[in-house]
């Protein structure tokens, strides 16, 4: 368990952590956003022709996780390796091809920037745990997941654009975990929604 912590180089804490939907606010191309994490995305358990992309966890402290690319704008033939710290969103990028043959192009947006992207398998499984959904179960241990040498991204501010591929028969699981700055709602906004359903209600008495 030790030498588990000393490879994400840091701890992880909750701070009020959630587990919900709301931080990826928009997807493109051949890309299919969960609403909900899925039960398993373990070989076999959620397979092409799209890209999946959901929620982990929200609102967490975090300090010193290895991240395989940190340099925002960037992308993934050059990536510049670093720790992230503070408070962050969570969210998973998984593909599998349903043919050995297979490519997909697409887009995630996040409400948060880009803090670093995991795509290599010793990373992914180190922060399985601590920053997958709780819900989900993860291929931890399987040397075929990641970033394969035919896909390729880039991220810049709060959009990352992928392009996965297979082109040979392969069990690869091509899968990115995506760390954004959490974004606070700004002051007054709780005040603003309470005050509308103080109204509405006021109107159905009335």
């Known amino acids: ?30 890309t299919t ?16 022709p799209n890209a999946f992309a959901w929620d982990e966890k929200q609102n967490l402290l ?27 969103d969570s969210h998973f990028i998984h593909f599998e091809p349903s043919t050995a ?37 993860y291929p931890t241990g399987n040397p075929n997941r990641g970033l394969n040498a035919a896909s390729m991204f880039s991220i810049n501010n709060n959009v990352l654009t992928f392009h996965f591929s297979s082109v040979v028969p392969t069990s690869d699981l091509i899968e990115l975990r995506v760390l954004t700055e959490h974004i606070v709602p700004a002051p007054g906004c709780g ?11 006021r109107r159905r008495r009335s």
């Not at 996780?65 to 992230?84: E, K």
């Open 191 to 201: 005040a603003l929604l309470g005050l509308g359903g103080l109204v509405a209600a």
């Open 62 to 88: 975090v300090a010193n996780v290895q991240c395989d690319m940190i340099n925002n704008p960037g992308n993934s033939g050059a990536p510049v390796a670093g720790l992230v710290s503070g408070v962050i």
């Open 101 to 137: 043959a297979q490519f997909v192009n697409g887009q995630v947006t996040f409400a948060g920037k880009i803090r670093g992207v995991i795509f290599r398998a010793l990373f992914l499984d180190v922060t399985d745990i601590p920053l997958g959904a709780p819900t989900t179960i």
């Open 1 to 30: 368990m030790n030498s588990l912590k000393a490879l994400i180089g840091g701890t992880v804490a909750a701070m009020g952590a959630t587990f919900a939907n709301g931080a990826i606010t928009g997807v493109a191309g051949q």
């Open 33 to 48: 956003w969960l609403a909900l994490p899925p039960v398993a995305c373990t070989p076999g358990a959620l397979v092409g």
